[in-house]
């Protein structure tokens, strides 16, 4: 015998082959339900235009599978939202095609309230994956949820980043009784217990190529805003990005030199009308007012706190400026580092409320 609840039915749904969240969204409509749905004669659902493999399936269900989800959701920590679900979180369902169903293992709360999305590169530079960890650290020290992919690079400091202070949100490529990257096992263990795994995948769903362009979509349409930190000419990246001009979104890019091909994505972006970030200052002024409107960020950040120890080689930066406005000519000349190396140093500094940029290409010590 079938499961009669209608999540069963929703479940098997979203099984069908064909079906996408359009067509799902469109039989639920026509039919008033999922349970409907497949209650109608093929006649009718042939006159929505779905595919031979979906009209088929509607006869047959997999029930075995959707008692795979089932069980799935009577471990603890597990929840599903339908689109109708008063936990579903409102930014995501303004999206076009917004998934029907989000399978979610750990608070589905955290969902609902303000995030920014930071996405990158799988290869990044180590100073892109550090800039990566202290703007996530400090924007979640801030009040905003960080959301990402969990996958390497940029998307793992993220993560890690907001773990520092904060909480942060993982949509994942696959479902979630499975983790992609393996290696990664131990990060969604530490997201789940501080904030949420999410997919619109069902139970069983393996890693495949097509999944993850469109779970970009969600973690856009989750976000207020996108930041990229580094990304290449044709990164993945940019597909969030381009997702997020589209429902909307604020789009942030971190720039880089001329030099570094892991920029030219950033670079892009900015010349698309990206705004151009340098702290994260100028991320708050833009969402602010947005975030405010759910929460209200805290504590201000006009005046951060350093989330992390800084290692010896800021340290020994930070006594190369002395007490008097400094330039990145002569920094450069007292510390024996390239221009390059000392302006991501210096932004990571100013974010953490160490230095302060002046007028004139100037930077002043705040503390040490």
């Not at 603890?76 to 979610?104: E, S, T």
């Not at 000519?329 to 932004?347: Q, V």
Request: hydrophobic letters at 45%; glycine letters at 8%; a negative charge.
């Amino acid at each position: 015998m079938p499961p009669v609840a209608e999540p069963a039915w929703l479940l098997a749904l979203l099984r069908a082959p064909g079906i996408g969240p359009a067509r799902f969204a469109r039989l639920v409509e026509h039919f008033g339900s999922a349970a409907a749905a497949f209650a109608a004669d093929r006649v009718e659902l042939q006159a929505l235009e779905l595919p031979e493999a979906a009209l088929d399936y509607l006869r047959r269900p997999d029930w075995r599978r959707v008692e795979e989800d089932l069980a799935w959701l009577e471990r603890p920590g597990n929840h599903l939202l339908g689109l109708d679900d008063p936990g579903y979180p409102p930014l995501l369902r303004q999206i076009p095609y917004p998934p029907p169903l989000l399978f979610v293992h750990g608070d589905p709360d955290c969902l609902r309230l303000p995030q920014l999305a930071i996405v990158g590169t799988r290869n990044p530079t180590p100073l892109g994956r550090e800039t990566a960890q202290r703007f996530a650290a400090h924007l979640a020290e801030c009040g905003l949820l960080i959301t990402s992919g969990l996958a390497l690079g940029i998307d793992a400091a993220a993560h890690q980043g907001a773990l520092t202070s904060g909480r942060t949100i993982a949509v994942m490529g696959t479902s979630l009784d499975r983790v992609y990257p393996a290696q990664h096992r131990d990060l969604a263990h530490a997201i789940a217990e501080r904030g949420a795994l999410v997919s619109e995948f069902a139970i069983g769903t393996l890693p495949a190529a097509g999944n993850f362009p469109q779970r970009n979509r969600l973690i856009s349409g989750l976000a207020l805003g996108v930041l990229v930190v580094e990304a290449a000419a044709q990164s993945g990246s940019l597909i969030t990005a381009r997702l997020a001009n589209e429902q909307g979104r604020e789009v942030f890019a971190i720039p880089g030199s001329i030099h570094n091909p892991l920029a030219k994505g950033c670079h892009a972006l900015i010349r698309q009308g990206a705004k151009l970030v340098e702290t994260a200052a100028d991320i708050l002024e833009e969402l602010g007012a947005l975030a405010a409107a759910t929460r209200d960020l805290a504590p201000s950040p006009a005046a951060p706190s350093p989330s992390t120890p800084l290692d010896e080689e800021y340290r020994r930066l930070l006594a190369a400026m002395g007490d008097e406005p400094v330039g990145i000519d002569l920094l450069a000349d007292r510390c024996g580092l390239t221009a390059e190396a000392l302006s991501s140093m210096l932004l990571i500094l100013e974010l953490e409320g160490y230095v302060a940029a002046i007028p004139g290409g100037l930077y002043g010590r705040l503390k040490l």
